[in-house]
């Protein structure tokens, strides 16, 4: 496994490999679910290269760009049986003194989490953009747990022509069901006990339109009452959208992405699942 | 030279290629100046690519969008000798139902053709991004007749580490200096006459630089004399600036990129020179 910390470096190393390359772009705390998009891309690849950025252009200012977890020593470890190329690069090195260039997809990146955290997808859109053309991999991995980043990188790579695929892999979730994120580190033990809460509604939904329920305000007052029942919980949004689009139904009609945020104290959590 | 009209054709192209690739983006009528650029490009790479693309999202609502030359077998004939690979991609090709994404360079794109187009430059980094993609060139040509397109798509290139190098090449003029420049067509008999004093000015302010001048308001009120001479002829300005920030100076410093924008009629003509 090789660390570097700079683009020239990355482009000196990629000059004299051979071989295709899988890439998992993170912001580091890495998790099972990190893991598991490592090793699909070590499995479908020839080389795995994995970057660590907490990047700082898709944090509002209100939001925990400086307390956000960070461990390299320990992410490091994890990634070292699966990984052949590890990129770490400083804030400076990515955006550099005069750094004026953005990239950004318009319309799908206005609902859901982009209504909520305004100019948090340009940052994305715009580091992966970067990362993409500095790595120049065959396939890139993300989780289906960001389901909305995940339609807004394949949307930027389409859009822009990218060489490359954008691959999206399963939410991994704890036994009981809550999706992996490095933010769960922020929840007291209490919230940690009725996170799993956004799993189980989202399953209820999705039993609820099993046995032919169609009428989303009905789904949704059912979860939304699991959910509240949780008092430490609030909901900042349930959605149930088209699965590309993104844009809001009121009847189910497959493929749908059934969505949410909900808020632990401060501590926000996502989770989603897709009914197909 | 193989005529390519999907980008799945150059991809496939691209695939089965070796060596490196010189690319010329071009919106056809071409003139001597593009094939001086096709010529730089053959020369140091091993293939030539040219795309020819009107590319609707950099003109105004009000600008000539509709009615820019167009010629492709003239253009076809004048490539031939010198071009591999020539991309003539349809607008839905380019921008299919649903299009999104957009690249934009900030503060540089304000001043000079960009504060006078509000727009046009996002749409020339977006369609230029797009066609880096798509032809995956080692190196990539522009004329310096566009000076703040060159510099804005260098910005873009370097901001985003996309793996190619931007060329700049001189500016070809016609034998009385007047700018090459498919929208030369426009100008009317007695405006061709006028035209070559927006050069004639430049190289008056070059000669008084030389001979010590320093100070910016004087230069422009002797090249201001001599263009308002020509009746035909309309300043929409003459810019001092910083050859890379673009912003403006009040004394020579070199570099310095001296550029303007005059109208004759309903053409506007470009043109610079840069004091080293």
Request: glycine share 6%.
């Amino acid at each position: 496994m090789q660390v570097i910390n700079t683009i020239a470096g990355i482009k000196e190393l990629k000059r004299n490999l051979k071989g295709t390359v899988g890439f998992v772009p993170t912001m580091g705390y890495l998790h099972a679910g990190h893991i598991a998009l490592v090793k699909q891309a070590k499995a479908e690849n020839d080389i795995s290269a994995v970057s660590i950025f907490v990047n700082p252009t898709q944090f509002g200012p209100k939001e925990d760009f400086k307390t956000y977890p960070r461990d390299i020593n320990r992410d490091l470890a994890m990634l070292e049986p699966y990984t052949d190329i590890v990129f770490i690069p400083a804030d400076k090195e990515m955006y550099p003194a005069g750094y004026n260039t953005w990239v950004e997809v318009n319309e799908i990146t206005d609902v859901l989490e982009g209504a909520v955290r305004p100019g948090h997808f340009k940052g994305v859109t715009t580091v992966v953009n970067k990362l993409f053309n500095i790595v120049q991999p065959d396939k890139a991995y993300f989780g289906q747990k960001d389901a909305q980043q995940a339609a807004v990188i394949k949307k930027m790579a389409r859009d822009l022509n990218m060489p490359l695929e954008v691959v999206v892999c399963p939410t991994i979730r704890e036994p009981d069901g809550l999706a992996m994120s490095s933010r769960n580190t922020y929840l007291t033990p209490e919230m940690r006990k009725g996170a799993p809460v956004l799993y189980q509604s989202l399953q209820k939904a999705k039993a609820m339109i099993e046995a032919g329920e169609k009428t989303v305000a009905d789904i949704r007052r059912e979860m939304t009452s699991m959910i509240i029942k949780e008092t430490l919980a609030t909901i900042e949004y349930i959605s149930f959208a088209d699965n590309e689009t993104l844009k809001e139904i009121h009847t189910i009609k497959p493929p749908v992405l059934i969505s949410m945020a909900v808020k632990f104290g401060k501590t926000r959590l996502i989770d989603n699942i897709v009914i197909k």
